[in-house]
């Protein structure tokens, strides 16, 4: 039976809205920071090997994003139901949902899994990759794929676990599992080594696995953290917990329900990133040294959205807990609020990735001319920054209320339409090499981050969204 809804405790967490928003999002910053260590960890770690190892990992670092954005995205529907109908105060419909999220991890990542280790040989050179990096590519991307159910549960119970107000446990669980990938990089990618120390010599142990040890390395720490996550929805306080004698059948109604919000949200992640790729395949066509500087900006370069991605998290939970109460001016002034602050933020570190970028790529490698290159490109971007952060947030927010589909169209629209467009033209045409591909870049982030902005201020995108059952 559905309890009568109430004011959910969350909206009033902090002693003002904004206190509210940074307390929720503190944590998810700081998970995300954490999460995107790995990956950069990994690249510093191997772009000491040299830029040919370098570009193995960044060959398929898109058809990563495809993958991992395809799975996250498919949890999306279920962790916006939770924080709905947490506001609307139905804990039974919310644990039922919360069971067949553990079912979809399952069964999807086992499938994706499979997948991947089928393609992993001929996908590096499709990308444009050549024979000897190839090689490097496919032992990387078979390894980290092979552990993608945790990395997927890993996704959505971190979603789940936000969305019912816990921010706290998926930035602990990431921190600590991001300590154990440096440990573990340290060994299994360099061979043993000897260190001066006032102490006297100090010596490490290694097995030079390279590229395949950074590879080993990530998918034993996304493992860990995925397993723990899943233990962590087991034993949340309350009216949330869920045991393992409960109904574990599929539930149909439900999967409807999560689909109405997850497949546009799949969707605009696969063919968005899917266009990535292609987009990877031109810079790949620009030679060793472009591919290598763009990945190492790509890299240096989401190191500045990732306070508007943990303020989007926090958009998502207030949003759609309001929504569930229906309270629509709360619902509103958070969106707004959560805009205005990763629009800030990002226009922030927009200039410090202005007058930082070469420093900035430089932890990552020490060739000079992938410096310059990486260097330059991240300044373009940098101009675009403010439009990514509007773009960021409002996601978050409208995913929350359940608009799902703008966000969808206006991706599609602005990565075919806009980036790949004026990347071929200004990089194969005006003979602007990777500028040219940046050039693409920033035009599609400003663009996507003006139609979201656009969709705010209708104030339609509150209405969306299927009548939550009973």
């Not at 039922?96 to 997948?115: D, P, Y």
């Not at 990759?129 to 552990?147: D, K, L, M």
């Not at 440990?183 to 100090?202: D, K, V």
């Not at 400003?446 to 902005?453: A, E």
């Amino acid at each position: 039976m559905t309890q009568r809804a109430e004011r959910p405790a969350l909206l009033s967490l902090g002693k003002t809205p904004v206190h509210t928003v940074l307390l929720l999002a503190w944590p998810a910053i700081i998970e995300q920071i954490m999460l995107s260590m790995v990956q950069y960890v990994d690249t510093a770690m191997v772009g000491a090997i040299g830029a040919e190892a370098t570009a193995a990992v960044g060959i398929t670092s898109s058809s990563m994003w495809l993958i991992n954005g395809v799975l996250s995205a498919s949890g999306a529907g279920f962790s916006v139901l939770v924080a709905q109908y947490i506001g609307s105060g139905n804990f039974e419909k919310c644990r039922q949902v919360i069971r067949q999220a553990v079912l979809c991890t399952g069964l999807l990542g086992l499938c994706f899994s499979l997948f991947c280790q089928l393609i992993a040989r001929p996908l590096p050179l499709l990308l444009g990759a050549e024979p000897h990096i190839a090689e490097n590519a496919t032992g990387y991307f078979r390894i980290i794929t092979s552990v993608l159910m945790l990395q997927m549960g890993s996704a959505v119970f971190s979603a789940i676990l936000r969305c019912a107000g816990d921010t706290r446990t998926p930035m602990i669980l990431n921190l600590s599992t991001n300590l154990l990938n440096i440990l573990l990089n340290t060994f299994f990618i360099f061979g043993p080594s000897a260190h001066e120390t006032p102490f006297g010599t100090l010596r490490l142990p290694g097995l030079g696995l390279g590229v395949q040890g950074a590879a080993l390395a990530s998918a034993i720490s996304m493992g860990t953290v995925g397993i723990l996550l899943l233990l962590a929805i087991f034993r949340q306080p309350g009216e949330l917990r869920i045991h393992l004698r409960e109904s574990w059948r599929l539930k149909g109604a439900i999967w409807r329900e999560a689909a109405h919000y997850a497949i546009p949200v799949v969707i605009e992640h696969a063919t968005v990133t899917f266009g990535q790729i292609v987009f990877t395949a031109m810079v790949s066509r620009l030679g060793t040294v472009a591919l290598a500087a763009h990945t190492l900006a790509v890299s240096a370069e989401s190191i500045t959205y990732l306070p508007a991605t943990g303020i989007s998290y926090a958009a998502t939970t207030l949003v759609g807990q309001a929504k569930g109460a229906k309270l629509r001016g709360e619902a509103e002034h958070f969106a707004r609020i959560t805009m205005w602050m990763g629009i800030g933020l990002l226009g922030l570190t927009g200039l410090l990735l202005f007058f930082f970028s070469g420093p900035l790529v430089s932890i990552f490698t020490r060739d000079a001319a992938v410096i310059a290159l990486g260097a330059g490109v991240l300044r373009i971007e940098a101009l675009a920054e403010p439009f990514f952060g509007a773009k960021i947030v409002l996601s978050g927010a409208m995913r929350g209320a359940g608009d799902v589909r703008f966000s969808l169209y206006a991706g599609l629209a602005s990565m075919w339409l806009v980036r790949l467009t004026v990347a071929y033209l200004m990089a194969f045409v005006f003979h602007l090499g990777l500028y040219g591909i940046w050039c693409g870049m920033a035009a599609d982030i400003t663009v996507n981050g003006l139609l979201l902005l656009w969709r705010f201020r209708s104030g339609r995108w509150y209405e969306q969204g299927p009548r939550l059952t009973a």
